[in-house]
């Protein structure tokens, strides 16, 4: 079975720009959860979408913000980059309604410079 | 107080020691309990899960879970270099998982 993808593997944006990270979940897997982590702050939950709706959202900003499709697959746009928000996004997929059991893909590493 | 405390290492060990690796929490609604293993540059690669009190091995881990005294920790027996990696446990509950900023371990040959 093929893991969890994520495209890009890596991105370089300018402070103001606004980008869009894509990921594909294991098959049959419903739920997707985004995190942020950088090295001062470790793994930050950011959202977690289950069938296409938002069941859970971390403590982050407006700018970032997500969505699933039908297919399972989902989508992390954050908007008016800042610097701060270099980092690298992963997102986990799960399969069950209760999505302690998380499998990550590779992640995004997000530079903005 | 954080939620989740992880001691962040390095831990640096001789190759075939027994490696312990530690966390507390304060959460008593967290119900399951996880560790992740992430190489350098790769996304965290899930070890192992349990739900209880007490222990579960999978070959040379062990996981430990006192749900008493909030506190976990993870075993590895005859530790290799290939075991070289940041270590964090991640505590679910209210439908979100929660790390700890994870422990950096280094197997020396």
């Known amino acids: 079975k093929a893991g969890v993808t994520q495209t890009p593997r890596y991105l370089i944006k300018t402070r103001g720009q606004q980008v869009t990270l894509s990921c594909s979940p294991i098959?049959?897997?419903?739920?997707v959860s985004w995190y942020q982590q950088t090295p001062g702050q470790g793994l930050q939950f950011l959202f977690e979408?289950?069938?296409?709706?938002?069941?859970n959202k971390g403590n982050f900003p407006g700018r970032f913000s997500g969505r699933q499709f039908s297919n399972s697959r989902s989508e992390m746009n954050v908007s008016t980059l800042e610097l701060g928000d270099s980092a690298l996004y992963l997102c986990a997929s799960a399969a069950g309604t209760d999505s302690y059991e998380q499998y990550f893909g590779p992640g995004t590493r997000l530079t903005v410079t | 107080q954080k939620e989740v405390e992880q001691d962040p290492g390095p831990l640096s060990v001789p190759e075939g020691a027994i490696v312990s690796l530690n966390c507390t929490y304060s959460n008593s609604a967290f119900q399951y309990f996880m560790w992740y293993r992430q190489y350098s540059r790769k996304g965290p690669e899930l070890l192992m899960y349990?739900?209880?009190?007490g222990n579960k091995e999978d070959g040379r881990f062990t996981a430990q879970v006192d749900k008493s005294s909030k506190y976990i920790s993870l075993f590895i027996r005859d530790s290799q270099p290939s075991d070289s990696a940041t270590y964090l446990c991640a505590l679910w509950g209210y439908q979100k998982v929660t790390f700890g900023t994870g422990t950096k371990l280094q197997v020396i040959p």
């Open positions: 979408y289950f069938s296409e709706t938002q069941r």
């Open positions: 349990t739900y209880s009190s």
């Open positions: 098959s049959g897997h419903r739920s």
